[in-house]
């Protein structure tokens, strides 16, 4: 008898001490939620993912960003004239560029390094996926470069790599520049070999269509050319690029609406721009006014122009009731505090003009632009003013201001917001401008003013202004056009207009090799490529 | 031992026939003799239900109300064995004798005899070597707690708790000895009747159940250590040295809680019932100003408000109103007058305070109900007590409710002489209906921070429109345009993310908790013993949310918002061990006693969640059917798997010398092949002086042990932390692969700390007084540190052994009793604990780790950190930049110049010392119980004080607001509203120089100009507040508070009614009482809020205020019977 309950506990204790062999500890050890190996393809869509808040109307790009720290240094957004306007609102957003740049370059390097470690055959057929990731990987980069100058590029990522704790250096550059300029130049003639293929199914941006993937690779590097053409040690290298894509026969490059490069749109996920819908929520209309506001810079090179509308809303109350005004920069901090907050009988109506609420803010079907043929259009016409590629800079300019329009009234007409849930700014009606209507007044602004080079820049400030200020920042920098008015504050960090944004504290707070950039001498150092 | 087998067997047989033969005997042996007596505590009253039994028999009886007994025995060599919960039983031989009266000795004046210790090995008091503190059962039920940990507030030296706001569902932290983790669990392990059991962490910010609305996860969750009840414990005994709990390795870091369930004693049948009501009161909520109504800071105020005093004008139907509220809640506007102006609602009404507590109508007045029946058994093979305990609960939250269903079996049948088997069941069925939402929206957000003119009954009442929608405000698109606001409410944010989910959502959750263990013994020969057991925790979740539709879909098709979200989960723990026991004298002077064992356990938790996407495509249509867009789904998957190998070997001698050494040698699955296994060894000894100087020492000095010892733990990571791999997610249909941000680290090793302790135990005068002090000194290396890390590296953090920690401290726990008479009895107990922590090492090259801080925007205004030789926890933030000692105002005079360059200390958040004073006044069979607990330095920061200054909520913002509140006079220049234009006045002006308005708010702040020069600015006091108390800006340590407090936890009164009243119903004891919970502080040093009202389990999370539900006051009446 007690002999079987012996039996019974040993065998219980036998069995239950049994299950703990070597290998169920190692089956365990495993985290089931997460893959051992990674696919280059997969991990092609990884590094997209990493950036595709750089090329979306993010929150990080509307609310922070764009409108607190680039829209006031190139004064696409209004802002108030206070001594923090260079400053922007909160640093971490442009902590969030350096951020979310270096976390797409260490998915990138990942991927480089399993890339390495593949076999010729493999390898061979994971190329397109690893080109792939490196051109929207340079984007990127330069938006990033063109932000803060040198930043770590060779060393980053070393953990994933080796294992080991590395804190990467910053890289120059201009070395950078001109390394990002060669590779895409290869990159863009391999695709165009037509020997590559990338799967529809891991590709967001151009739906697998490599004839979309070259002319991505090749714009980008336009775009990179034509910045270090003006002025600096790159300046004949930008030269020879912009003669061998837009000269002669050149090179394939975003020309038409259909080839614009942009994310796609799937109505679900990260591409369904809820999170621009939950800003929306529960701020009536007229919150945040100091992250929507007009600029008068924007306002007045606007005069006549069918974007006014489509950008911004008029005043809704109060004495410029209808009117649409933006923030005049010569004006004092009070001046422009006191507008802003408004005045009027029922509640205080911001006397600024603000974004569109159709176009921009209450619209999940804004885009994420990337490449637009009105950029193109504007390069090449600069081009051919400069003299490097012939052709007709006009036909050129009025393609790139028609483009712009009709990108803008897209946005507009497309827009989820009905006029019956929208608070003030019904849709605008567009039926008067027709695209001859466009082109007349495209041919227009280009006769109006002799300085051909300046009308140029002007517009790819003002394409740019909401959809990618910092585009429109670097046309500043590397032109001085448009010429604009910028106070000087009492800021003591920094005064006055900044030439770059400094290294943020979420790097050299941790990084060792990274040093704290003393302001404001760091706000002025001028980048390589500017004027 | 073929031998001993049949012996064994041949005993068995004979046993069988003897209870036979007996059972027929005490049939026709029947009124052999009559025995009477009476049954009486150590003060002589007398115990009613103690249980009489003839030694070795199933004859047995209970004594009545007067504790009297009849039984009749066969014969004269029988002996009666008299028992009594509680008591130490004892026999009586009959020896002829017709009255046999006994006095029980209460087991409270031998406390911890008999403790239990790690594995649940019972030993003598005497021969431990460490600290153990052992809280009796009946000092868990005295007050009604809703679970046994929230009942241990101040009873046990260094053991620090904090519950949660929010009663029955609601997690609560314990704390041993201070921390010894920086980042990771600093829980105790939960051990029930030698089972670990789930405990874990809540609301720490990482919760899974991290809901899309607010900040952070919407609702307090609960722990593991929430569903064991009082009423069924016996006893906790608290291990918390290293040595202490050496044999639970890595899993023994913090402490461990050992709880073993209340089990049958004595024979016969036994019937306790138990009701308990309790009523919660919210209670310690933020008080406002009734003084000045709505509207704007005095810099913000146009024209026709400067002239007006704050009053603003609207137009309704064409008229023109005077109306209050700018833009948002501030009140800063004018004094309340009485006169009539234009609500949000539509209506005219009297500009006059409507409350001093906006947040007292949003909740409602608790009420629970605990009822309780246990009945146990004993018989002479086998003991049971079964016990159902019935909880309903009406929280404080509104549209809320809570029940909760426990059944309880605890037993054990002998088998045979020497084979005997122990068995637990504990089952727990919880339902919980809308568990209490956070109130962050309230207390931090500036859009919900109301004031003495808002109407929180009329917004509840207005949230909802008839429709069931959520209200809008006039000229937005609705079905219900005449129950709109008339214009925009100013605290819109507490209406949608606090009063619309918690009127109109819904969360169900249904959770089952099976606790069960069996556990066979077997006596192999004398003073060697197998044991075996085998168990398992079991818990089923269930979790339905139910979003309402915010929207009417005709009008907002592409928006309609609303959401179901079904998820369930199971976590299963299985654990087994085997114990070979070895105990014997081996001289007459030395005795032995050994263990060897093997112990398993596996974890696992498999948990499925759906949600919909897109909102709900049909009105409130909970279902999945229901989503917009493709559902949403996670899955969680965890498995664990612990084994371990352990040792003890003890020698004692002379009854006055013990030394014990024990080992572990330990197993894990959550760290990599090779590096998994883990040695923990620990020693301890024990000298009893009393013993060996007895001739030397006084008569009344009873007792007196001096103990050493010194052991090794653990903390191991949690699951997965250790491997590097790589996420694989999807969106919209691409799947994509990515290097987690947070990289592991596959040579990762558990937390090691390292203990050494010293004590000291004394009782005198027949045990009348007692004392024990403790030191310990520990370091705990290897601190696994989630180590930031640039992402330009690689990943943003990655876990490394780097970091070090040193704790010392002293537990002092004092007893007595200063009266005793027959019919008084006064007893006191009281301890005190300090702890002093320091972080020694942390990773190479960095002196401080920043950990999470409280959200405060920008870069970070202040953060909490660990810096090296100081104790974790330091405070770090941005203070006013000085000149000479003073600080430098700016220059408009409105704000002190905050010096971003370097942030300082201002604190710590570390308890300088808790503990507990207790005492009983009992007379007759009345008893007077009451408990202070007390914890003395420590910061906390509380962010809703400071912001309340900004809105002109808070009653101190109403100084410099007027004259008679110390404010100053001035003007603006031609009415012109500018810092430039601001000129002194007096308060007698009627108006300035041009006609300006005359303000009487002004402050000169007490500073110096950047040149060094008095400041001697006016500025209006709403301005300074504005700049000095705003969110992620100004002076922090407006917002940062010493946390030190008396309160009064708990009292009761009761009354042990006469047993004339009941016994002729068959009832043998009938209690009452009174009691209070949380009812008052002595003292507190933090404004506004309950010291205790944070919610987390996590030190960090302890160390802020950010809106967790409200805290609250309870008082009860409870009744018990006995039968």
Same mark, same amino acid.
Not at chain 1, 93 to 98: F, I, K, L, P, Q
Not at chain 2, 231 to 245: P, R, Y
């Given at each position: 008898?007690?002999?079987?309950?012996?039996?019974?506990?040993?065998?219980?204790?036998?069995?239950?001490?049994?299950?703990?062999?070597?290998?169920?500890?190692?089956?365990?050890?495993?985290?089931?939620?997460?893959?051992?190996?990674?696919?280059?393809?997969?991990?092609?869509?990884?590094?997209?993912?990493?950036?595709?808040?750089?090329?979306?109307?993010?929150?990080?790009?509307?609310?922070?960003?764009?409108?607190?720290?680039?829209?006031?240094?190139?004064?696409?957004?209004?802002?108030?004239?206070?001594?923090?306007?260079?400053?922007?609102?909160?640093?971490?957003?442009?902590?969030?560029?350096?951020?979310?740049?270096?976390?797409?370059?260490?998915?990138?390097?990942?991927?480089?390094?399993?890339?390495?470690?593949?076999?010729?055959?493999?390898?061979?057929?994971?190329?397109p996926y690893y080109y792939g990731a490196k051109v929207f990987t340079y984007q990127c980069v330069l938006q990033t470069l063109d932000a803060f100058g040198d930043i770590p590029f060779s060393e980053v990522g070393q953990l994933s790599i080796t294992g080991k704790v590395v804190y990467p250096k910053r890289d120059d550059d201009k070395a950078l520049y001109e390394m990002i300029i060669d590779d895409l130049g290869v990159i863009g003639s391999e695709f165009a070999s037509g020997n590559l293929k990338i799967s529809a199914e891991s590709d967001f941006i151009n739906d697998g269509d490599m004839g979309k993937w070259t002319k991505y690779a090749n714009s980008i590097r336009l775009r990179a050319a034509v910045r270090v053409s003006s002025q600096g040690d790159l300046k004949a290298k930008?030269?020879?690029?912009?003669?061998?894509?837009?000269?002669?026969?050149?090179?394939?490059?975003?020309?038409?609406?259909?080839?614009?490069?942009?994310?796609?749109?799937?109505?679900?996920?990260?591409?369904?721009?809820?999170?621009?819908?939950?800003?929306?929520d529960g701020l009536d209309y007229g919150g945040w006014r100091n992250l929507r506001a007009a600029s008068k810079?924007?306002?007045?090179?606007?005069?006549?122009?069918?974007?006014?509308?489509?950008?911004?809303?008029?005043?809704?109350?109060?004495?410029?009731?209808?009117?649409?005004?933006g923030v005049d920069t010569h004006d004092s901090p009070a001046v422009t505090e006191a507008l802003m907050a408004g005045t009027g009988v029922d509640n205080n109506i911001c006397q600024y003009s603000n974004l569109n609420e159709a176009t921009f803010v209450?619209?999940?079907?804004?885009?994420?632009?990337?490449?637009?043929?009105?950029?193109?259009?504007?390069?090449?016409?600069?081009?051919?003013?400069?003299?490097?590629?012939?052709?007709?800079?006009?036909?050129?300019?009025?393609?790139?201001?028609?483009?712009?329009?009709?990108?803008?009234?897209?946005?507009?007409?497309?827009?989820?917001?009905?006029?019956?849930?929208?608070?003030?700014?019904?849709?605008?009606?567009?039926?008067?401008?027709t695209d001859a209507a466009i082109e007349a007044f495209a041919s227009g602004k280009w006769d109006s003013n002799s300085n051909k080079l300046e009308v140029i820049y002007e517009q790819i400030w003002l394409h740019f202004s909401i959809i990618n200020s910092i585009q429109s920042w670097n046309t500043i920098r590397r032109t001085g056009y448009p010429a604009l008015h910028y106070p000087t504050t009492t800021s003591l960090t920094c005064p006055n207009v900044p030439h770059r944004f400094i290294v943020p504290a979420a790097e050299w707070s941790v990084n060792p090799n990274i040093d704290r950039e003393e302001t404001p001498t760091a706000y002025y150092q001028k980048l390589f490529w500017a004027k | 031992m073929r031998q001993k087998f049949k012996l064994f067997s041949g005993n068995m047989l004979h046993r069988l026939t003897m209870t036979v033969i007996m059972c027929g005997c005490s049939v026709f042996l029947y009124a052999q003799g009559n025995i009477t007596g009476k049954v009486t505590d150590g003060a002589g009253a007398p115990l009613t239900g103690a249980s009489v039994v003839v030694k070795g028999t199933t004859n047995g009886v209970v004594t009545d109300a007067n504790g009297n007994y009849s039984i009749t025995v066969s014969d004269n060599s029988a002996t009666l064995e008299i028992s009594f919960i509680g008591y130490l039983s004892q026999d009586a031989a009959v020896g002829g004798r017709t009255v046999i009266n006994i006095s029980l000795e209460e087991e409270t004046t031998s406390l911890g005899e008999v403790v239990v210790t790690a594995l649940g090995i019972k030993k003598d008091t005497r021969k431990v070597g460490y600290a153990v503190s052992t809280i009796d059962s009946k000092d868990l039920v005295k007050v009604g707690a809703p679970n046994f940990a929230s009942a241990l507030y101040g009873k046990a030296a260094g053991v620090r708790i904090q519950a949660a706001p929010g009663g029955n569902t609601s997690a609560v932290s314990m704390t041993v000895r201070g921390l010894s983790s920086i980042t990771g669990n600093n829980q105790p392990l939960l051990v029930v009747d030698g089972v670990p059991v789930r405990n874990g962490n809540a609301n720490n910010g990482e919760d899974e159940n991290k809901t899309s609305r607010g900040w952070d996860?919407?609702?307090?969750?609960?722990?593991?250590?929430?569903?064991?009840?009082?009423?069924?414990?016996?006893?906790?005994?608290?291990?918390?040295?290293?040595?202490?709990?050496?044999?639970y390795g890595s899993e023994a870091a913090n402490g461990v809680i050992l709880v073993t369930s209340k089990r049958n004693r004595g024979q016969g049948v036994k019937v306790d019932f138990n009701a308990t009501l309790t009523g919660n009161f919210v209670a310690y909520l933020p008080q406002v100003q009734t003084e000045y109504g709505p509207g704007a800071k005095t810099l913000d105020r146009g024209a026709y408000e400067l002239v007006s005093g704050g009053f603003v004008q609207r137009s309704q139907d064409g008229k023109i109103y005077k109306s209050v509220y700018k833009d948002d809640a501030v009140n800063f506007g004018p004094k309340y007058d009485g006169s009539e102006v234009l609500y949000w609602d539509g209506k005219v009404r009297k500009y006059e305070a409507i409350t001093n507590s906006p947040w007292e109508d949003v909740f409602r007045a608790g009420f629970n109900q605990n009822y309780n029946i246990a009945i146990a058994h004993g018989g002479e093979r086998s003991n049971n007590r079964f016990s159902y305990i019935y909880v309903d609960d009406t929280p404080n939250q509104i549209n809320s409710s809570y029940a909760k269903h426990n059944f309880n079996l605890v037993g054990n049948i002998k088998i045979l002489k020497n084979l005997n088997i122990d068995y637990t069941a504990n089952y727990i069925r919880q339902n919980i209906h809308n568990r209490p939402y956070h109130i962050n929206w309230m207390l931090t957000s500036y859009g919900g921070i109301a004031g003495s003119f808002d109407d929180m009954a009329l917004l509840q009442d207005m949230t909802v429109t008839s429709m069931g929608y959520r209200n809008v405000t006039k000229g937005s698109l609705t079905l219900t345009p005449n129950e709109s606001f008339a214009y925009n409410i100013p605290f819109s944010a507490a209406m949608n993310n606090y009063l619309w989910p918690i009127l109109a959502d819904n969360q169900d959750e249904i959770n089952n908790r099976l606790i069960s263990s069996v556990a066979p013994s077997w006596d192999i020969v004398e003073g060697l013993t197998l044991r075996g057991r085998v168990s398992t925790d079991l818990t089923s979740e269930n979790i339905e949310r139910k979003r309402a539709t915010v929207k009417p879909i005709l009008l907002y098709p592409t928006e309609p918002e609303g959401e179901y979200d079904m998820q369930k989960k199971s976590y299963e723990i299985y654990y087994g061990d085997l114990m070979l026991m070895f105990d014997r004298?081996?001289?007459?002077?030395?005795?032995?006693?050994?263990?060897? !064992? %093997?112990?398993?356990? =596996?974890?696992?938790?498999?948990?499925?969640?759906? $949600? #919909?996407?897109? !909102? %709900?495509?049909?009105? =409130?249509?909970?279902?999945?059917?229901?989503?917009? $867009? #493709?559902?949403?789904?996670?899955?969680?998957?965890?498995d664990l798997l612990k084994t371990a190998a352990f040792a003890t070997l003890g020698v004692s001698y002379a009854n006055a010398l013990y030394l014990e050494g024990t080992i572990r040698r330990e197993k894990t699955s959550t760290l990599s092949k090779g590096n998994n296994t883990y040695v923990y060894p620990s020693v301890n000894a024990s000298w009893i002086y009393t013993e060996t100087m007895q001739n030397i020492l006084p008569e009344w000095y009873n007792y007196g042990k001096l103990r050493l010892s010194y052991g090794v733990v653990g903390n191991a990571p949690d699951a997965y932390a250790a491997n590097v791999a790589y996420d694989q997610n999807m969106n919209a249909g691409f799947i994509y692969n990515q290097l987690p941000s947070s990289y592991g680290n596959e040579n990762i090793r558990p937390e090691t700390k390292y203990e050494y302790e010293l004590g000291l135990e004394s009782r005198f005068f027949k045990n009348r007084l007692g004392f024990e002090v403790s030191y310990y000194n520990n370091r705990i290396v290897d601190q696994i540190l989630n180590t930031s890390l640039p992402q330009s590296v690689g990943a943003t953090s990655m876990l490394m052994n780097v970091g070090e920690l040193k704790n010392y401290g002293v537990e002092l726990t004092l007893n007595g009793t200063p009266i005793q008479t027959t019919d008084f009895r006064w007893d006191l107990r009281f301890n005190y604990a300090f702890n002093r922590n320091e972080v020694v090492k942390l990773n190479d090259g960095t002196d401080f780790m920043r950990n999470e801080g409280p959200d405060e925007g920008g870069n970070g205004m202040v953060h909490v950190r660990s810096v090296v030789g100081r104790p974790m926890g330091d405070i770090y933030t941005y203070i006013p930049q000085t000149l000479n000692g003073r600080d430098v105002v700016a220059d408009d005079g409105s704000a002190y110049i905050i010096n971003k360059s370097d942030r300082v200390c201002v604190g710590n958040v570390m308890p300088d010392a808790i503990g507990g004073i207790g005492s009983t006044l009992s007379y007759k069979a009345l008893a007077l119980d009451f408990l202070f607990d007390f914890r003395l330095g420590g910061k906390i920061m509380s962010w809703g004080h400071k912001y309340s200054m900004v809105m002109g909520t808070n009653p101190e913002s109403l100084n410099h607001r007027d004259e008679a509140h110390g404010g100053l006079a001035y003007y603006f220049l031609h009415n012109n509203v500018t810092y430039d234009n601001i000129r002194q006045a007096q308060h007698s002006d009627a108006q300035g120089p041009n006609g300006e308005t005359i303000l009487h708010d002004g402050i000169v702040l007490d500073g110096v100009n950047a040149a060094g020069q008095e400041n001697t600015k006016i500025v209006p006091v709403s301005s300074y507040y504005q700049n000095m108390y705003q969110w992620g800006n100004g002076d922090m340590r407006h917002g940062i508070f010493d946390n030190s407090y008396m309160k009064l936890r708990e009292v009761s009164l009761s009354y042990q009614l006469p047993a004339s009243i009941y016994s002729k119903i068959g009832c043998r004891n009938l209690s009452v009482s009174v009691f209070g919970r949380n009812l008052f502080y002595v003292f507190k040093n933090m404004p506004m809020l309950d010291a205790e009202a944070t919610d987390g389990t996590s030190w960090i999370r302890q160390s802020w205020i950010n809106g967790t539900s409200a805290t609250t006051r309870t008082v009860g009446l409870s009744l018990r019977a006995s039968f």
């Open positions: 008898m007690k002999f079987k309950y012996t039996v019974i506990i040993m065998l219980a204790a036998t069995l239950m001490f049994s299950q703990c062999s070597d290998e169920a500890f190692n089956d365990k050890y495993a985290d089931p939620s997460k893959v051992a190996t990674a696919s280059i393809d997969k991990m092609m869509t990884g590094v997209l993912m990493a950036g595709h808040e750089f090329v979306k109307n993010s929150y990080w790009r509307f609310f922070g960003y764009d409108s607190q720290n680039i829209g006031p240094v190139c004064q696409t957004w209004g802002s108030v004239t206070g001594p923090r306007i260079y400053e922007g609102g909160f640093s971490p957003y442009t902590d969030e560029a350096w951020i979310k740049c270096q976390k797409t370059l260490v998915q990138f390097k990942v991927l480089e390094k399993l890339y390495n470690e593949l076999d010729e055959a493999k390898k061979e057929a994971f190329k930008g030269e020879t690029v912009i003669k061998e894509i837009l000269g002669g026969t050149g090179k394939p490059v975003v020309r038409g609406t259909d080839d614009m490069i942009k994310l796609i749109r799937r109505g679900e996920g990260e591409f369904n721009w809820d999170r621009f819908d939950g800003i929306n810079a924007m306002i007045d090179r606007l005069q006549g122009d069918p974007r006014l509308e489509l950008i911004y809303d008029a005043v809704h109350g109060g004495p410029k009731k209808g009117q649409r005004v209450d619209n999940k079907n804004t885009e994420g632009f990337i490449v637009t043929p009105s950029e193109i259009a504007f390069y090449r016409a600069e081009a051919i003013v400069r003299t490097l590629v012939s052709g007709d800079a006009k036909a050129e300019f009025v393609k790139g201001v028609k483009e712009s329009v009709k990108l803008y009234a897209k946005m507009n007409t497309n827009s989820t917001a009905s006029d019956a849930t929208l608070a003030r700014s019904p849709k605008v009606d567009m039926s008067a401008w | 996860n919407d609702r307090i969750q609960g722990n593991g250590i929430i569903d064991i009840n009082p009423e069924d414990v016996e006893s906790i005994s608290i291990l918390k040295g290293a040595s202490a709990t050496a044999l004298n081996l001289t007459e002077q030395i005795a032995l006693t050994a263990n060897i !064992g %093997l112990q398993a356990r =596996n974890e696992s938790v498999r948990g499925t969640r759906l $949600r #919909t996407e897109g !909102g %709900l495509s049909t009105e =409130n249509w909970f279902h999945i059917n229901a989503s917009r $867009r #493709t559902p949403r789904y996670w899955q969680d998957k965890m």
